[in-house]
């Protein structure tokens, strides 16, 4: 199967794995509505690609996602706010959340580096998350005195445990790849000098272990359910 290019989209594939990577490196991939269109679209082509047995979603360069992309996404609309921000707003949570976590193979985010605000959804949509422990998370809305918008806080509230979420939601403190493990927002931190050796390790267990028609018990399908 051909892979289609995309401008803000990476799509590698090795041995069954895909590695689906956000490719903003200079904006430290924020997420711009192009970058919207591109993984719904990306995702849409993946779901159905017989080379993927597990989908690795990351960030280009030092980051994962830095959130939305502030002057892009929550600006960039406003001359034509129910059109252009509607259209953006629409593919955001359609690749973050409903592509993502109803895709039809394992998924697992790899989270490099920086992961603020709306690149949270995109974590917890996915079935696993190995991070490095050098990574950053920060919910910084709450620095904007408001809280996470969007699905963010919905996604935190499902992830995390209550306290948790409430704290990192109201304070906007960071913590990091060996913080997220310990509260349970990623199942393994490693070195970042590891990472994707580990994640590939991880990716090779689950193609081992899962059926090639329902890869986790939250997808089964009607067939394999009965
Ligand atoms: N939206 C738009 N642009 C962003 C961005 C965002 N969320 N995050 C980073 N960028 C851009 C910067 O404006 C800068 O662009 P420029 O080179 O054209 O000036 C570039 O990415 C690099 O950012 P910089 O801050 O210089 O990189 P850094 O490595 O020192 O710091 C972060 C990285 C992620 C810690 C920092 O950029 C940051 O705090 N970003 C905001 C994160 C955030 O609060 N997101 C929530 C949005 S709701």
Redesign the pocket.
């Known amino acids: 199967m051909t892979t289609k290019k995309y401008e803000t989209v990476l799509i590698e594939k090795q041995d069954g794995i895909t590695w689906l990577i956000m490719n903003r490196p200079?904006?430290?991939n924020?997420m711009s509505p192009q970058l919207h269109l591109d993984m719904d679209d990306a995702l849409d082509e993946l779901s159905g690609d017989p080379e993927t047995q597990v989908l690795v979603l990351t960030g280009a360069g030092?980051?994962f996602c830095?959130?939305?992309?502030?002057?892009?996404?929550?600006r960039g609309g406003d001359a034509d706010p129910k059109r252009a921000r509607g259209k953006a707003s629409r593919a955001s949570n359609q690749w973050r959340w409903q592509r993502l976590s109803t895709f039809p193979e394992p998924t697992i985010a790899m989270i490099n580096g920086?992961c603020?605000?709306?690149?949270f959804t995109q974590v917890c949509a996915c079935d696993l998350a190995v991070a490095a422990d050098e990574a950053?998370f920060?919910l910084?809305?709450v620095?904007w005195g408001i809280l996470p918008g969007g699905i963010v806080s919905w996604n935190v509230a499902q992830t995390l445990n209550m306290r948790d979420g409430m704290y990192y939601a109201l304070t906007g403190d960071t913590f990091d790849g060996k913080k997220a493990k310990e509260i349970g927002f990623v199942n393994f931190s490693y070195p970042k000098a590891t990472l994707k050796e580990e994640t590939i390790k991880l990716a090779k267990k689950l193609m081992e272990k899962s059926p090639p028609c329902c890869a986790t018990p939250r997808k089964r399908c009607a067939r394999c359910a009965s």
């Open positions: 200079d904006k430290r924020a030092e980051a830095a959130g939305q992309d502030i002057k892009l996404y929550f920086y603020f605000g709306g690149g950053v920060g910084s809305e620095n």
